[in-house]
């Protein structure tokens, strides 16, 4: 029996799921109840101001403590001194506090937050708590699934610190943002589900900016991806980062993205 009901939610995670596991946003569904998810995200982004390419590696723990409630940790390492260096970490959680199902599609609506420590050096205008500044975030995000196709989208706030003990966040950039993004992603393959272990290829598009509260900055980049469900439990994501328009200062904005990911199913039962 025991058997029987993980094969369920292996199946389900991947025939409702998967082409909502965004690249570079979350979306409102969590990952299924006492799971635990393993991730290796890295980036490769080309530095603009000097020559080189800024590499940075985050090693990711998520538990599923049921279906409404997932909490995630974070450890930030870059090559900024020519050598990979661990600058700090976050702790994440999201809160799924609307949900509705229908046949062929879901509607969720969830509550995040995250807070960040970092020591790093603070060079640009852009605020990113992950990987770059200290502080938090805090925002909501939709996703609705309509049978193979997932729109989420997300409006948060975003505060940075100082980063401690060697660099203060500087007097004459602005310290908070509002952070937005839209998201799209479709399952190309298979056609049609015949067991849990068949690949799963999805296609996605995001769109994520930000506006400086203080001075109306901004910027909008564009992501896209292709990303592969192998087993309903291991996954590859793909993605090139590029930026549209901006107006403010940034040091690396466009860049490309190879995560690594695995998820223990029932992990402690």
């Known amino acids: 029996m025991r058997k029987v009901c993980i094969l369920l939610i292996l199946f389900a995670f991947q025939n409702n799921y998967s082409q909502e596991l965004f690249v570079v946003t979350d979306p409102a569904s969590n990952i299924p109840a006492n799971t635990v998810s ?14 080189g390419y800024n590499y940075h590696l985050m090693p990711e723990l998520t538990y599923g403590l049921n279906k409404n409630l997932m909490f995630r940790g974070s ?23 609307y949900s509705t199902d229908d046949i062929n599609s879901h509607f969720r609506l969830a509550a995040f937050g995250r807070y960040s420590f970092n020591n790093a050096d603070i060079h640009q205008e852009q605020i990113e708590i992950m990987g770059h500044n200290t502080g938090f975030e805090t925002g909501f995000v939709a996703t609705k699934l309509i049978k193979k196709v997932a729109i989420s989208s997300s409006i948060s706030f975003e505060k940075a610190f100082d980063n401690k003990p060697n660099y203060p966040f500087p007097d004459d950039l602005g310290d908070n943002a509002t952070n937005y993004t ?42 896209p991806a292709i990303q592969f ?27 490309f993205y190879f995560n690594l990911e695995y998820n223990f199913f029932n992990a402690f039962k």
Not at 83 to 96: A, I
Request: net charge positive; charged share 20%; proline share 2%.
């Open 38 to 51: 393993i991730r290796l995200s890295q980036s490769l982004f080309k530095e603009k101001i000097i020559s």
């Open 75 to 97: 450890v930030f390492v870059s090559n900024s001194s020519n050598q990979l260096v661990t600058e700090g970490g976050s702790l994440y959680t999201k809160y799924r506090f």
């Open 182 to 223: 839209l998201s799209f992603g479709k399952l190309m393959y298979p056609k049609k589900y015949t067991n849990f272990k068949q690949t799963n290829i999805n296609l996605m598009v995001e769109f994520v900016g930000q506006t400086i509260n203080q001075d109306g900055k901004s910027y909008l980049d564009v992501v």
């Open 229 to 255: 469900i192998i087993n309903s439990q291991a996954r590859i994501d793909l993605a090139y980062r590029q930026e549209l328009l901006s107006s403010m200062l940034r040091t690396a904005p466009n860049g």
